[in-house]
Structure formats: structure tokens, C-alpha cells
């Protein structure tokens, strides 16, 4: 609860709000405890008690829109014609019926109908053989989109209603056969794993790599997934421009970097990886052996084999050597490779994420406020009032964040010192203070770089489609499948991102006749990087 000021007059703008709202809390708990004897001395009167009818929040919601005020214009473009944004494919000429003779024309009433024309066509291609001269037989080679047995728009129609439309193999096979495409259950799985996805994979690497090159700050988070019947880790990496999924067995921070090398196998040691793992209390004499040796690592096989003549892996003390030189070497390889040079990652504060210039999601910070359990009327209050605190101070952020100044950073840096070491006299919150204060610099990284997020909902946004899928489908037979899974899910999530028709980049990317043309995704991804 905050304290008076001793002189109101000199009072700062956060005191006087801090006072009001404690003025507030203490008017309503007054409130409650005059109903509360109402209800009593009714009680006792033989009076029944007074109806408890919700207010209509109608004055909050008049105060919230400025009641008494101009309404201000509203910015945002209106939507303008639907009929507009469309092009006409085919007129079709109606004429009325029994029209009487001597009838003049009067021009056209257009009325405008969106169609969508589904129909199963069997098309045979009757491909010319010819023999040369010189003995050889030369046979026309099929279009580009046709692969098998099977076209081009059936390919993208699959793969669309699977990972947009989220169906599952055996409904989707249902839906293929009623309209009249003799199909089996393997054979659309072998479709959805292997429609050019040697392409798409490729291109999904490439979006990882471009996204973590060009990005200004990423979020990332991870969920459950089921690969080879064992329970596995799908991580999600990504901004507004990207997003990238990966599957892996384990999600341990050593995972986490070699996702972060975007599809790169190699350990360096540079400035950066010594600077790790000193960082993470690693002995100054193991740290000399290492840079004085070789540098660069092309795979896991030749840094194993270091490690090993350097005698690490039969060190056993704490912190363990081989997995801090390995994490270390890891995070050189992606400074090495030019990623995430001057990024932020933004985390719910899972541990294996923290590394580099870390921030942490202030939704997720009060989440732990919220999560302390309260056994009395006080606890309650003192865990409602710092959560209201810190909702103020989160809403003032985002104020700073469209307008930063100098002067407010001053002001907010004080401010979170107040919230954070203010004392409620519930041990539990005040430890969760303490420890949430010891991580300032993560929680007010927003001061120094007012372009990333305060929270980590994109992420949580993202990871949705991959939980859905888990939902219906549970896990994967085969990496293939995993990797397609991951990958389709990504360019599709990225496509969005960017404002690519999902359909329309299948369309090109399977050759399809008269599908629009899509740049590559990374390429897009560059052209709209962070200046």
C-alpha cells in the first residue's frame, strides 16, 4: 500500500496516483463492509437481504469513450466496397420473362455472385514418341506440375485443406472421394510428405536463416510433440515477419542454440564463445586451453573428438565443462554465421532461452504474481494491489514504447525500483519482488530498444496451429513427415505474416498454369527487415 506524501504539493505524478488508488481501494472496502451490516441488520430484522444486482457498466464504459466529448475521427480506413476489390470473371445476360411486345431497353441491374467451381477431371496426356535417325526415341516430357499420377491442383488442394483447413488424413481422403478423386489414405499421406518437399523445406531453412540475420528482436516458445511414439519439444522462433518451427526430442538450452545456427552444423570458437562461457562461471584454465587450440568445427563428430583430447569429458565437477564449452561454441557459430548480432530474444523466462540479450514477457511475470496462493482477506488484497500496480506500470510502457523520451525512462526506472522493493508483508510476494527486481534490466529492456514487444503472444499465436495439429492428428511415423509438418506450418504462418495468399504461393511453388507469381519468402522477409 503506498504511503501518504508528506507534502502533496511536491508530490511526483506516480506518488499521487499510487495514493488515489489506495484512497479508492479503501472507499470500496468501506463500501462493502456498510453493505455487509445492511445485510446483517436485515438479517436480523427478518428482512430479506437486498438483491445483489451487478452494475450495467455503463458509466465505465461512457468514461472509457470520453462521454461529454466530441467523438474524435476515427483513423483507421473504413473498408470500403467488397464488390470493388473483385474481378469479373464471366457476364452472364438475364432477360426477364414474357416480356410484352413493344418493350424498350433500359441498360443492365448488375448483381454481382462469388463461385467456386470444384470438379474432378481426368486428364490423359497423350505424349508423342518419335525415333531419330540416329536410332533414339524422343518422348514429350508432362508439364511441370504434374508429379505421378497426380496434377498440380490436387497437390495444393491437399495440401492446403491438411495444414490450413487442419484435417485430418482419413476426413480429407472422405472429402477427396466424394468429389470423385480415386485416392487412398497412403497415397495422400505420401503426397502431403513428399509434394515437392525437398523445395519447400529448402525454402523454410532460408526463411529461418533470413528471419534471424535481419531481426531487430524474436519471441520464441515451444509445446509438446509427439515424434517416433516418444514425447518430443516443438520450438517456435519468429517476429512479424517470420515464423519457424522446429521438432526436436529435447529442449534443453543446447537445442535451443543449434536451432538458432538455422540449419548451419558447425562449432567456432570466436570472442563471443569465451565470452559465454565465462558468463556461465567456467574455469579461466579451460577457457585459455581453448582458445589457444583450433577454432573452427565442421560438425559434432570433430567437436566431440576435441572435447575428448582435452580431457573435458572426464572432468567431473560443476559447472560441467563440456556442456558449457559446447553451448559456448554453439552461440559462436551463430554470431559466426552473422545471426541475431544485435537481436533481442524475448522469452517467458524458460531457462534454456536465456541467452544473448535476453528480455522477459511482462504477462507472464504477473502470471507468477497472480499464481501465489492467499489463505485470508489481507494476502488477497496486498496480491490484487501489486497486480494492479503492476498493470499501471505495464500500460505506462507501452506509452513510452510509441514515444519514447529520456526523461520517462528516468521516471520509469525509479518506478519499477518502487514497485519491485516495496515490502506487502506476505513473505511469499515480497521474495517474488525481490527475485523479479534482480531481473530489472530484462523486464525495462524495453527502455533501451522500444521496438520489441512487452509480451510474448505472438509466439503463443504462432505455436496455436502446431497444438490444433497435435490435437487431431497426435505425433509423427517419420522425420520426413515431422520435417514437412514443421515446415509447411511455418511458410504457411509466414505467408500470413507477410500478406502472401497462402494458396497463391502453393500455386506458384508447385508450377500450377496461371497461378500468380510469389517472390521467395526470404527475400520478402529481407525487403521488410528492421532499419
Not at 437486498?50 to 452494475?55: G, Q
Not at 508429379?147 to 488424413?169: E, F, K, N, P, S
Not at 524458460?350 to 507472464?364: E, M
Not at 522425420?479 to 504457411?492: K, Q, V
Amino acid at each position: 500500500m503506498a504511503d501518504v506524501p508528506p507534502d502533496l504539493d511536491n508530490a511526483s505524478h506516480e506518488d499521487l496516483k499510487e495514493l488515489v488508488q489506495t484512497l479508492l481501494e479503501r472507499v470500496n472496502a468501506l463500501e462493502r463492509e456498510n453493505a455487509a451490516l445492511r445485510d446483517e441488520n436485515a438479517r436480523l430484522k427478518g428482512k430479506p437481504p437486498r438483491p445483489d444486482v451487478k452494475p450495467s457498466g455503463m458509466a465505465e464504459k461512457a468514461q472509457s469513450r470520453g462521454a461529454g466529448k466530441p467523438k474524435a475521427k476515427s483513423k483507421k480506413p473504413g473498408r470500403g466496397s467488397k464488390r470493388s476489390r473483385l474481378t469479373i470473371d464471366e457476364d452472364r445476360h438475364l432477360q426477364p420473362a414474357g416480356l410484352p411486345t413493344g418493350s424498350r431497353f433500359k441498360g443492365y441491374q448488375d448483381h454481382v455472385v462469388q463461385e467456386l467451381v470444384i470438379q474432378a477431371r481426368t486428364v490423359r496426356y497423350r505424349r508423342e514418341r518419335w525415333l531419330t535417325p540416329d536410332g533414339r526415341t524422343l518422348t514429350a516430357d508432362l508439364p511441370g506440375h504434374v508429379q505421378g499420377h497426380y496434377g498440380g491442383d490436387l497437390r495444393r488442394l491437399i495440401v492446403a485443406l491438411y495444414h490450413r483447413g487442419q484435417m485430418t488424413i482419413p476426413r480429407l481422403t472422405t472429402q477427396l472421394r466424394d468429389l470423385g478423386i480415386d485416392i487412398d489414405r497412403r497415397q495422400v499421406r505420401r503426397l502431403l510428405d513428399d509434394t515437392d518437399a525437398k523445395n519447400f523445406l529448402t525454402e523454410s531453412q532460408d526463411v529461418l536463416h533470413a528471419g534471424l540475420a535481419t531481426a531487430s528482436w524474436i519471441s520464441v516458445d515451444d509445446t509438446g510433440a509427439r515424434h517416433l511414439a516418444r514425447n518430443g519439444y516443438c520450438t517456435q522462433i519468429g517476429d512479424d515477419r517470420f515464423t519457424a518451427f522446429l521438432t526436436r526430442f529435447s529442449k534443453s538450452r543446447q537445442n535451443f542454440l543449434e536451432l538458432l545456427r538455422a540449419g548451419h552444423t558447425d562449432y567456432v570458437i570466436n570472442a563471443e564463445a569465451l565470452a559465454y562461457m565465462r558468463g556461465r562461471n567456467l574455469p579461466e584454465g579451460v577457457i585459455a586451453r581453448l582458445a589457444q587450440g583450433p577454432r573452427y568445427f565442421p560438425d559434432a563428430a570433430s567437436w566431440q573428438a576435441h572435447l575428448s583430447a582435452l580431457g573435458l569429458d572426464q572432468a567431473r565437477v560443476q559447472p560441467d565443462p563440456v556442456r558449457i564449452t559446447t553451448e559456448g561454441a554453439l552461440w559462436g557459430a551463430v554470431i559466426e554465421h552473422g545471426l541475431l548480432l544485435d537481436a533481442v530474444i524475448l522469452s517467458d523466462d524458460a531457462g534454456q532461452f536465456r541467452v544473448g540479450n535476453h528480455a522477459l514477457c511482462w504477462v507472464h511475470t504477473e502470471r507468477l504474481v497472480n499464481g501465489l496462493d492467499t489463505f485470508n482477506a489481507a494476502q488477497r488484497k496486498a496480491v490484487d494491489w501489486v497486480r494492479r500496480l503492476i498493470w499501471w506500470f505495464y500500460a505506462d510502457l507501452k506509452l513510452y514504447a510509441e514515444a519514447p523520451t529520456a526523461r520517462r525512462k528516468a521516471q520509469l526506472k525509479k518506478r519499477f525500483d518502487r514497485l519491485f522493493n516495496r515490502r506487502t508483508g506476505l513473505a511469499p510476494l515480497d521474495r517474488l519482488l525481490r527475485r523479479l527486481h534482480a531481473r530489472k534490466n530484462e523486464l525495462l529492456t524495453v527502455l533501451e530498444r522500444p521496438e520489441i514487444p512487452l509480451h510474448t503472444n505472438g509466439s503463443e499465436r504462432d505455436i496455436r496451429c502446431q497444438v490444433t495439429r497435435r490435437k487431431l492428428s497426435g505425433g509423427t511415423v517419420s522425420d520426413r513427415g515431422r520435417d514437412c509438418r514443421d515446415g509447411f506450418l511455418g511458410l504457411m504462418t509466414t505467408c500470413d505474416k507477410l500478406g502472401v495468399s497462402f494458396w497463391d504461393y502453393l500455386g506458384d511453388r508447385l508450377a500450377i498454369p496461371d497461378a500468380p507469381d510469389v517472390p521467395p519468402l526470404p527475400d520478402l522477409i529481407r525487403a521488410r527487415a528492421p532499419t
